[in-house]
Structure formats: C-alpha cells, structure tokens
C-alpha cells in the first residue's frame, strides 16, 4: 500500500537521479492571485515522469532487472524509463503511439531504449506492451497506476511544501492521475488544509468523467494538443486515490491551453508542453477559487516538439487577440492597399501579411483583400475594424 514512508524513501533514493526544481513566482499570468510554479519541464528528461519510472525500477528485484523492462507513453514516461533503466543497466522496450512528437521518439531512443511505434493512442500502446510483457517476459512498468510509480511522484509535493509555507492551493495537469495522487496524498498527509486540484482538457476528460459517476468511466476516443495527458480512462489506484484526496477537478480547452504556453514563453521565458500548461490554464482563466490565494502550478513537461510549438504560438497569438486577419471586399483600383495601410498604421497596428483575390462580389470590378495583422488585444483589432468601417471599407 502507498505510505509516506514510501515517498520519503523515493526522495531518498532519487536524490542521486533527479534534480530538485525550485518554485518560482510567476508575475503578469494570474494578477489575482500569488502564483508559483513547480517547473518540471526543467527536470532531466524534460518531465516529472523521471521520478516515478525512476523509483519503480530501483525497486524492482534483481530477477525482474534480468528480464528488462517495458512501457507505454504518449513519450514523457517513455523517457524516464529509458533513462532509469540505463542507468541500472537494464534493456528496456518502450511503446509510444505513432501520434507521439518526433523529439519525444528520439529524446527516448537517445536515453537508450527500443522504441516500438504504436497505431492509435496511449491505450492502443498500452495494449502492446502487455502483449510484449506476457510473450517476452518483461517487467512492465505502469506509466502511473503503481504505488511505486505514484510514490515517485509524490515527492514533488515534498519539494513544493519545503519550499513555501503557507500554500493555500496545488493545481496539477492530470492524465491517468499518477502524477496528482502521488501530490495529493502526500500534501494532504502533511498538510490536510492544501486544496488539491486537477486539471484536465475538455477533449480527454476521463478522470473528470470518472469521479463525477463515482466509477471508473472510459473515454470513446480523445482530441487534444495536451497529448502528455491524452488517456482514455484512469487507473484503478489513481482514481482511489484521487476519489479521497482530490478536493476538485476542473477542465480547460485547447485554446486556453495554447493560451497559456504563450504567457509561460512571454512571462516566464519558459517552455512548457500542452500538458504542461494546463494547470497554468486552469489559474489564469479563472476555472479554481483561488482569488487572493498563494497557488503552485505544476508545470509537468516541456517536451513540445518545435514544429508543434510553432502551431500552437500562432493558436495563441490569435485567441488572445496579438494577431489577427481581415478580410474586406474592395473595388478593385489604384490606392485601395495604400490606404488601408495607412488606417492600420495610423491606429497603431502592423500589417504582416496580403493576399489579393478575385471572387464572386457584388460588383464586376469587385475582389478581395486579406489582411493579416499584428495587432495588441481584441479591443485594438475593433478599433481598426470601426476605423475602416468609418472610411467605408466593407469588411467580411
């Protein structure tokens, strides 16, 4: 059974695996309340997941380190059983679904495993590596539903209480729920007032589903860019463990998800994947009760592969109104663009993009023009918008 005991020990036995992250302040995400965050996404391997993979294989015994080790990972986990198996000299197999980041297959065969790519998600590579398990003898390591793996977790929640007194609330990303049992055991074992919160993605919301019916539930598919967190249905440990000591668990969408990527860049000069991210989400748009309060937000992972980093800065850019794009139906004529331009310009906006089209428009010289701009909120784009609506330029 999990015990404190156990998470000391991980503590103790991680010391010489992991790196001891520190809680910062975050200033400009949150302005109601006294945020900090655990960053994780500045551990090795890029993830908590380190700590629990780490823990579970120095547990194992010298018979089961023989046989090597498999996993399953949307790519976080997969890296921290690479690496702690490596370090114990261990061969380790790991099943990644083929949908995993590029940099998350790579960084796992750099840490020294076999990868063997899965068709479909998490659950579809979790079905593989027990097939792998039973047909080669392999000790599987659980990506969260093992008390060892929880315990290595927990030691996060060691580290945040050390670190700060007087915490009001600990808001976690939650997928298959490892990572906020191990926290919210521990916290609530040393400090019982500590509000623990989860967070999911609307798009993959099992442990939200789960503990509202007061049963384990399974999702039919999931659809998210929080992939770290992207599980179909919780384990039976974790959704114990989370049914006791989770006092809530919330959900964000995407957008506020690439949202807050964007705010951890500018702010905090921080890279934090999508499953990263979401606890910051969670505070900044106001989904927990946290006005006035001193919060730590886990960042769990900053393993975003660059070309997906690209995709969601833009995502962000527009939901938060920084770029933006019109579209406005012209008589085709000389100094249409110049004066346009000069509108956007004078209202202090900055014009990156133009695309000029022919359409079907009221009139035979009609066409299109789209705009692309740089711009400071949604209050500014309006401003340009009545700007040009005022100098009679249709707008679409």
Do not use: W
């Amino acid at each position: 059974m999990l015990s404190l005991d156990m998470v000391f020990d991980a503590q103790r036995v991680l010391k010489s695996i992991i790196r001891t992250t520190d809680v910062v302040r975050a200033y400009g995400i949150a302005p109601e309340c006294e945020l900090y965050l655990k960053p994780e996404n500045l551990q090795i391997t890029g993830s908590f997941k380190v700590r629990g993979s780490a823990y579970k294989i120095a547990m194992l015994s010298d018979e089961e380190k023989a046989r090597g080790v498999v996993a399953c990972s949307a790519g976080n986990h997969a890296q921290g059983v690479a690496l702690a198996a490596s370090k114990h000299g261990i061969r380790s197999v790991i099943c990644l679904p083929d949908s995993a980041p590029i940099s998350k297959v790579e960084a796992t065969k750099g840490f020294g495993a076999e990868v063997c790519l899965v068709e479909g998600c998490y659950d579809d590579a979790y079905r593989k590596a027990l097939e792998l398990k039973e047909r080669e003898g392999y000790t599987f390591v659980h990506p969260f539903d093992d008390e060892n793996v929880i315990a290595g977790q927990g030691t996060i929640a060691l580290e945040v209480l050390s670190a700060l007194d007087d915490i009001d609330a600990i808001v976690v990303p939650v997928g298959g729920g490892g990572l906020i049992s191990g926290i919210a055991y521990t916290a609530k074992q040393i400090c019982p007032s500590v509000k623990v919160y989860g967070v999911q993605v609307a798009g993959a919301p099992s442990m939200y589903n789960s503990l509202r019916e007061g049963r384990i539930t399974c999702l039919d598919s999931v659809h998210t860019i929080a992939d770290g967190i992207a599980v179909k249905q919780p384990g039976e440990n974790t959704f114990a463990i989370a049914r006791e000591y989770v006092d809530d668990i919330v959900l964000v969408n995407d957008d506020e998800v690439a949202s807050a990527i964007l705010a951890l860049i500018e702010k905090q000069k921080m890279i934090a994947e999508g499953a990263g991210a979401a606890a910051v989400a969670a505070v900044m748009f106001g989904k927990l009760p946290v006005a006035g309060k001193r919060v730590v937000s886990i960042v769990s992972g900053g393993n975003i592969d660059v070309t997906s980093l690209s995709r969601v800065i833009d995502r962000g850019l527009r939901n938060s109104g920084r770029s933006s794009g019109l579209l406005i139906e012209l008589i085709d004529k000389p100094g249409q663009l110049k004066d346009i331009s000069r509108i956007i310009a004078d209202c202090g906006g900055n014009v990156t993009g133009v695309h000029y089209e022919k359409g079907n428009t009221e009139s035979v010289n009609g066409c299109f023009l789209r705009i692309e701009m740089e711009t400071r909120d949604f209050e500014h784009i309006d401003l340009i918008m009545r700007s040009l609506r005022n100098e009679g330029f249709k707008i679409v």
